[in-house]
């Protein structure tokens, strides 16, 4: 409990900090699912690790793929392109899960590769355009960014991630928001 | 500065021992029921948390424990007598302690009003102590028992105020203040006068002073070599009376004129001695809040000090954070074990014989060092039982019910986690079982019951789990009414017929009371549901029984330890699964003959002369690739702990295996029909079934009429 805590305005102190030094630049991760390039803000991301097999979870959507062990700790997989409609991903050795964690909670999302690390000041970050309302994807989306001629769409982890404790959410999405 | 924040959180952690320990034997205590080591025990409690509150310069703390203390001493010198309004008082004495223990650790102030009732009412009782001689003594600075000698026959009175700079020149004052105590009975009371304010205070300067009284048979060159080290820097005045009830005599001061500091051997030997001070430090805390004060008593009967100090040299109080570490090593160690073995599976047989059987016993030793690092986290769970009777005895006070609470098997020991988390649970059970359950008296003759309602607690073993039963003689539940209710609020459809268990089991949806009127004890619908959640999250369960006009009684079934289990890996396509151990009654491959289909609706097989329903796990689960076939696989017959029995057909069983429990919600979120999950030999995860998850499952699967969903976490599901 005292750790938690503590460590919890720490961590949210420390981000902030990285990010004011760096003057409004963002370092984001991106990678590939398909033909479409995703970002995630690298401060998010604990690791990038291979495909190892996953054990599955009884009756989900197919975009949990299951679990895995991750040094002794159980973390669900999710596939992102079967999350975005294009269909349960048939994973090769050359697949890799990029380690998320959100607030108290650890992620792995299921991508094609790993692309580029991104330096992206806020005002190069584009809106997205609107979609049809009632789109849920629309909501986990922070904001569009051209890196050369191609397109990176910068995801929402906290949102993303956001599951049924939505009040433990809210620092952590502001970290990674703002 | 955080040292003695530690020793603070000692004394805090300690008193609320203490005062558990004085509720306890208040709660016990009352005219026709005096025992003289329980009031004892009593005084002892509320003198130390006053010692120890005195020493941290908790004033509203100590005045009040005061006041607290001197009825206590007139009750067990037997100059009060003992009332039932006596009692009342003592208990909500004991109250406002907790309320002032908590206001002193939470630094804040006592609200205004808190104090004086009580002390108005412990004065009254006090005001029947007559000695005039005795009473002067009590009002004196500590109290009668600082001044009463002891086998010693020297009292002296001995003032100790260090330099500020003492802990620089790396002395101690705790070490000689404990050498003061062990030349006898020592009374120590710490000067705060001296402490500046938080914003002047340096941190590394000392600035408290010590008054001891000390009754003792040692020579005064012996009291001022305690302070050879440090009187060339500090004040240390010793005077000495030379029998209790003379004027002080004569009174010496020593201010060091000794040769400068210690030379370096000494000094070594000091800081050695301060180690091993540290380490047995709490040790002698407690054991002086023992002994101390049985000393006024030394003409009179045996005491129970030697009892006490038998107790504390065989206990030792170790962080939890330390034995939480030992838990997950030995978690680790199980695992990597598993694999090793797994791995030594493939080897050809009968040449590696010597490493088979190292392994064989590793195993062993695993097994054996995992239940003790478990027990270590064990505790009884009278631990949790002993705050009922309170509970009820307000709660009859407040409904005008006559209630007794019975207890049985308060030693059955469980997991800290799970001893800790029964609280609120059990509190709320009980509150229900006295409000809801137990008729008023009058109704209870009218039934021709007896006046007194009953409510039994009890806690036993039962195949590796811990169940705990609530029940009462009350009224049961009145099914008519919780049906009308459950259609009133939709949460069944108008017209239809569940069977009484399923009545019954209404009680435990969210928002649900059939409280007529709200009552300040229950009835806010928040009660059963909560419980039920509190439980299952602890991987337990909970079960109703009720026979209308005889009562009910809840079972709750809780796991031992949340660390680890003994499972069976099973495989159903290229799943596997771990089941516990204790469900698993035997597996065994059908026969087609004693396979049925019944009403089309489930199959059911036919075993030691009863009828078990088969669950196919891969219809449950949705596997592809299993072995649909269960003549082909295997049927494991489990157990629920509320004696129901199921078929599960699964492809293979591999074997057995101890295996570390580790949490699926940590990161994601429970699932139907899965208590946890593992981690296997390979590395792979597995999860670990809920029987009585599985069997809710496939009832719900079969039957038309679908339960209403219990708080079921299906809204986030289209999430991530």
């Not at chain 2, 012996?222 to 009187?231: A, C, G, K, N, Y």
């Not at chain 2, 000393?295 to 330390?322: E, N, Y």
């Not at chain 2, 016993?361 to 060092?369: D, S």
Request: charge should be negative; proline fraction near 5%.
């Amino acid at each position: 409990m005292k750790t938690s805590a503590a460590l919890a305005p720490a961590a949210s102190l420390r981000n902030d900090v990285v990010a004011t030094a760096n003057t409004n630049e963002e370092q984001y991760v991106t990678f590939t699912v398909g033909n479409e390039e995703y970002g995630v803000n690298i401060l998010s991301v604990r690791e990038i690790r291979g495909w190892t097999p996953e054990s599955r979870l009884p009756n989900l959507p197919d975009y949990v793929r299951g679990v895995i062990n991750l040094r002794g700790i159980i973390i669900p997989i999710f596939d992102l392109r079967a999350r975005f409609g294009g269909g349960t991903t048939e994973v090769t050795k050359r697949h890799v899960v990029v380690v998320v964690q959100v607030g108290e909670r650890t992620r792995g999302i299921l991508v094609d590769a790993i692309s580029d690390i991104l330096s992206i000041t806020r005002d190069q970050i584009k809106p997205p355009p609107s979609m049809e309302t009632g789109m849920v994807e629309a909501q986990y989306l922070s904001g569009l960014f051209t890196a050369e001629n191609r397109m990176v769409t910068l995801l929402d982890v906290a949102r993303l991630f956001a599951v049924e404790t939505c009040d433990d959410e809210h620092p952590a999405q502001k970290a990674l928001t703002n | 500065m955080e040292d003695l924040q530690q020793f603070k959180q000692t004394f805090f952690d300690e008193s609320g021992e203490f005062l558990g320990v004085a509720e306890a034997g208040l709660l016990r205590l009352s005219p026709d029921n005096v025992d003289m080591e329980e009031i004892n025990a009593i005084f002892r409690a509320v003198h130390s948390i006053k010692g120890g509150g005195g020493a941290f310069g908790f004033s509203d703390l100590v005045a009040f424990a005061h006041e607290f203390e001197t009825v206590m001493d007139g009750v067990r010198n037997s100059t009060i007598p003992i009332t039932d309004d006596l009692v009342d008082t003592l208990i909500r004495a004991n109250d406002v302690l907790g309320q002032l223990l908590a206001n002193a650790r939470d630094n804040t102030k006592p609200r205004a009003g808190l104090t004086e009732p009580v002390v108005a009412a412990l004065k009254r009782n006090a005001a029947t102590l007559q000695e005039p001689d005795h009473s002067d003594e009590l009002k004196g600075t500590e109290s009668a028992t600082a001044t009463a000698p002891a086998a010693g026959n020297g009292i002296f009175s001995i003032r100790f105020r260090p330099k500020a700079d003492l802990l620089l020149s790396g002395n101690d004052p705790t070490f000689m203040l404990r050498a003061l105590k062990n030349m006898g009975e020592a009374e120590i009371e710490c000067d705060i006068g001296g402490l500046p304010t938080l914003a002047h205070l340096e941190p590394e300067l000392l600035y408290l002073g010590w008054s001891v009284t000390l009754v003792t048979d040692v020579k005064r060159s012996e009291i001022l070599d305690v302070f050879e080290f440090v009187s060339d820097e500090s004040l240390v005045e010793i005077t000495e009376h030379v029998t209790e009830f003379n004027k002080p005599s004569g009174s010496a001061t020593a201010i060091g004129k000794r040769p400068g500091p210690a030379a370096p051997l000494e000094l070594q030997e000091l800081s050695k001695n301060a180690i091993s001070g540290n380490l047995t430090v709490i040790d002698d805390i407690s054991s002086a809040a023992q002994s101390a004060p049985s000393s006024p008593r030394s003409g009179g009967k045996s005491t129970s000090s030697g009892d006490g100090a038998h107790l504390t040299s065989h206990t030792i109080r170790v962080d939890l954070d330390k034995i939480d570490r030992l838990v997950n090593m030995v978690g680790e160690m199980v695992i990597t074990q598993a694999m090793v073995a797994e791995h030594l599976r493939d080897l050809p047989p009968g040449e590696f014989q010597e490493l088979l059987e190292g392994l064989e016993q590793l195993a062993q030793h695993t097994r054996e060092l995992r239940e003790s690092v478990m027990s270590i986290r064990a505790q009884p769970v009278g631990s949790v039982f002993s705050r009922m009777p309170r509970l009820v005895r307000e709660l009859a006070g407040e409904t005008g019910k006559d209630v007794s609470l019975v207890t049985s098997g308060e030693n059955t020991e469980v997991d800290k986690t799970v001893v800790e988390n029964l609280v609120d649970p059990l509190t709320h059970m009980i509150r229900n079982s006295i409000d809801h359950g137990l008729e008023t008296p009058d109704v209870r003759m009218a039934a021709g019951k007896s006046r007194t309602g009953t409510v039994h607690l009890s806690a036993a073993h039962r195949s590796g789990r811990i169940v705990i039963e609530v029940s009462d003689d009350g009224r049961g539940i009145d099914r008519p009414r919780v049906l009308k209710k459950a259609i009133e609020r939709g949460l069944l459809p108008a017209g239809s017929t569940p069977s009484d268990e399923e009545i019954d089991n209404m009680i435990f949806l969210p928002g649900f009371s059939t409280a007529e009127k709200i009552s300040n004890i229950s009835g806010r619908g928040v009660g059963m549901d909560v419980v039920r959640r509190n439980i299952t999250s602890l991987g337990g369960r909970i079960g109703v029984y009720s026979t209308p006009g005889q009562g009910s009684r809840f079972v709750l079934s809780l796991p031992l330890t949340l660390a680890v289990l003994d499972g069976m890996v099973i495989s159903v396509g290229a799943e596997r699964f771990v089941l516990p151990l204790t469900n698993i009654v035997e597996s065994l491959r059908p026969k087609s003959s004693e396979l049925h289909g019944l009403v089309n609706k489930c199959d059911v097989m036919m075993a030691r002369g009863e009828y078990v329903r088969l669950v196919y796990l891969h219809q449950l689960f949705g596997i592809p690739g299993a072995v649909v076939d269960s003549t082909k696989g295997l049927v494991v017959l489990v157990e629920t702990e509320d004696g129901g029995r199921l078929g599960l057909v699964v492809d293979e069983v591999l074997g057995q295996q101890q295996v570390v429990i580790k949490s699926l919600e940590s990161n994601y979120r429970r699932l139907d029909g899965v208590a946890a999950a593992t981690i296997l030999g390979d590395g792979r995860v597995a999860l670990i079934l809920d029987v009585a998850g599985l069997q809710e499952m496939s009832q719900h699967a079969g039957s038309l009429v679908s339960r209403p969903q219990i708080a079921g976490p299906s809204t986030q599901s289209h999430l991530m």
